[in-house]
């Protein structure tokens, strides 16, 4: 399972908004795959921006774990289930 800080709990991505890392990924697994998605499905970035570089390296490293490691969509969609 892919987490930004593997073995611990959600870490808070949009602090204005209080959007951790699980509800981006839960967004990305409901096929939000860009910032403006993201602000769309779950409003993380959507009142200061200062999350927006934080959203979008998280954004790039799932495209480079779903490249590399097929089966990383599940991973994604098995935790957001949780």
């Known amino acids: 399972m892919w987490s930004l800080h593997p073995g611990t709990a959600d870490v808070v991505i949009c602090h204005c908004r209080a959007v951790s890392d699980g509800l981006v ?12 998605a993201i602000i769309s499905q779950c409003g993380a970035g959507s009142v200061c921006g200062g999350c927006r570089p934080a959203i979008a390296l998280l954004l790039g490293d799932l495209a480079v774990q779903a490249a590399e490691y097929p089966g990383a969509a599940v991973a994604i969609a098995s935790r957001t289930a949780a």
């Open 25 to 36: 990924l839960a967004a990305v697994a409901e096929g939000a795959n860009d910032v403006d």
